[in-house]
C-alpha cells in the first residue's frame, strides 16, 4: 500500500517523503507516516485479506493557503484512488512551526488495502 501511496502523494506533491523531509527541502512538501491501525482475524483466528492502516499525511508550506489547497488536493486523490479505499478521519488540523516559519495541515486516514 505505501508504494501505491507514495506514488498517489507525488502526483499532488513531487517533493513526498516518509517521516520527516530532509533540512534543504524548500516547502512545499508532504510527509507520511502510518499511525498503526486495526487488526482484523477471522473465527479461526487467521488474518482476513484486508489490511487496514491509520495514515497521518502532513503538508508544509510558506502559506496557510497553499497547505491547506494541497491538502484538499491530496484528500481528493486518495478517496478517489482504486488501489485502495481510504476514509478521512476528520478535516485537517492547522499549524504554525516558529522555527521554520512554515505552515502545515495534518490529517490522518484509515485506509484499507490488500494484504
Same mark, same amino acid.
Given at each position: ?5 507514495? &506514488?498517489?502523494? $507525488? ?9 520527516? #523531509?530532509?533540512?534543504?527541502?524548500? *516547502?512545499?512538501? +508532504? ?7 486495526e487488526?482484523?482475524?477471522?473465527l ?17 508550506? &510558506?502559506?496557510? $493557503?497553499?497547505?491547506?489547497?494541497l491538502?484538499?488536493?491530496?484528500? #481528493?486523490?486518495?478517496?478517489?484512488? *482504486?488501489?485502495? +479505499? ?30
Amino acid at each position: 500500500m505505501e508504494v501505491d501511496l507514495v &506514488a498517489l502523494l $507525488k502526483t499532488q506533491c513531487a517533493q513526498t517523503f516518509p517521516d520527516i #523531509a530532509p533540512q534543504d527541502v524548500a *516547502p512545499p512538501y +508532504v510527509t507520511w507516516q502510518s499511525l498503526g491501525g486495526e487488526s482484523r482475524y477471522t473465527l479461526a483466528n487467521t488474518p482476513i485479506d484486508k489490511r487496514n492502516t491509520l495514515m497521518q499525511i502532513n503538508v508544509w508550506s &510558506a502559506t496557510r $493557503k497553499e497547505a491547506n489547497t494541497l491538502a484538499r488536493a491530496i484528500e #481528493a486523490a486518495i478517496t478517489a484512488s *482504486p488501489a485502495f +479505499v481510504a476514509t478521512p478521519e476528520g478535516e485537517p488540523a492547522s499549524i504554525h512551526e516558529e522555527d521554520t516559519g512554515l505552515y502545515g495541515a495534518i490529517q490522518r486516514y484509515s485506509i484499507w488495502s490488500a494484504r
